[in-house]
């Protein structure tokens, strides 16, 4: 079944299970692409390569000579994760970059989900940008780096186009509440749990959120205008809705969507997590303007959706 070159490009979004792959897919298809996804063993990783060389020649045989993306949005890992676990990770991605094909005529973009944070922990002076060098702290964030730098070695080499998106703090409706991350999940799950809420940072932590719904559409966004730029080249981009909040800020907020106060009890840790992390995008303005939801609205909706999960019972994984 040809889409054809005059129609929307085939699509597959990996980790389509994830909170971004999930609300991207949806994007998509509202979008009138034709939509792949993949079931992959992750804890196997010649299973999983199998599965991802599998699916690829599928979506670019069913392609036909007309365009294609691709959505990597898998990964477990966050920012305390270390560095063994994040060692599977990279290697089951540096595999599958060595999978993508020649693409002579350019049809090809894939979108990477990375992450700012990780990427800039050590930079100075923010807000950071996408001239900002990376300068990764911890695991997580050089894994991040690592996935952007085989990336742009296998668009060089296939011909396709890349954009490495650097992903501010994502938040929405279905979110993972079992991983220690997403405050504003966490913030929402202890509100509807009537518990204080663990707090690893300073309240004067800065951070950047998005709503996930937008973060779908600047991805489905960047994966249009990255066709504008040469073959072989990968443009990063920092995808965040540019006003930054500290935790304390979000709290306040949280207590007057919520219309009660919110508890905090300061915890230890926050290994890899800095002060100041404000983000700032120089690349394709066009995209920033769909970072619309006010974090008032996607703290209601956020909460909305943890409270039904939580009443209903059903798991908190998503």
């Known amino acids: 079944m040809s889409q054809g070159p005059s129609g929307p490009p085939r699509a597959w979004v990996v980790g389509s299970g994830g909170l971004v792959g999930r609300h991207l897919v949806g994007a998509l298809h509202a979008a009138g692409h034709e939509v792949a996804t993949s079931r992959v063993p992750w804890a196997d990783e010649e299973?999983?390569?199998?599965?991802?060389?599998?699916?690829?020649?599928?979506?670019?045989?069913?392609?036909?000579?007309?365009?294609?993306?691709?959505?990597?949005?898998?990964?477990?890992?966050?920012?305390?994760t270390g560095a063994d676990a994040l060692a599977a990770e990279l290697r089951v991605f540096e595999r599958f970059c060595a999978l993508l094909p020649e693409d002579p005529d350019g049809d090809g973009v894939v979108v990477l989900a990375s992450s700012a944070g990780g990427l800039y922990a050590g930079s100075g002076a923010p807000p950071f940008t996408e001239a900002t060098p990376p300068a990764p702290l911890v695991p997580y964030g050089r894994t991040k780096l690592a996935?952007?730098?085989?990336?742009?070695?296998?668009?060089?080499?296939?011909?396709?186009?890349?954009?490495?998106?650097?992903?501010?703090?994502?938040y929405g409706p279905g979110q993972t509440l079992g991983k220690p991350q997403g405050l504003l999940s966490q913030l929402c799950l202890a509100h509807a749990m009537t518990r204080p809420l663990p707090v690893f940072v300073s309240l004067d932590t800065i951070r950047d959120y998005v709503y996930v719904a937008d973060v779908a559409q600047m991805l489905r966004r960047c994966a249009d205008l990255v066709r504008a730029e040469a073959p072989g080249v990968l443009v990063?981009?920092?995808?965040?809705?540019?006003r930054p909040v500290t935790v304390g800020h979000l709290v306040s907020e949280a207590r007057r969507v919520f219309h009660r106060p919110v508890r905090t009890a300061m915890a230890p840790g926050g290994a890899g997590q800095v002060l100041d992390?404000?983000?700032?995008?120089?690349?394709?303005?066009?995209?920033?303007?769909?970072?619309s939801t006010p974090l008032a609205a996607g703290l209601a909706a956020t909460a909305a959706d943890v409270r039904a999960r939580v009443v209903s019972g059903g798991p908190l994984d998503g």
């Open 147 to 170: 996935m952007e730098e085989a990336l742009a070695a296998a668009v060089a080499r296939t011909g396709s186009r890349a954009v490495a998106a650097r992903l501010a703090n994502v």
């Open 47 to 80: 299973r999983s390569l199998e599965v991802l060389r599998h699916d690829l020649d599928d979506v670019v045989r069913r392609a036909d000579g007309g365009p294609w993306v691709l959505a990597w949005c898998a990964g477990a890992g966050v920012v305390a």
């Open 236 to 242: 990063p981009k920092v995808v965040a809705s540019g």
């Open 277 to 291: 992390l404000r983000l700032a995008s120089v690349t394709w303005p066009e995209v920033d303007v769909l970072a």
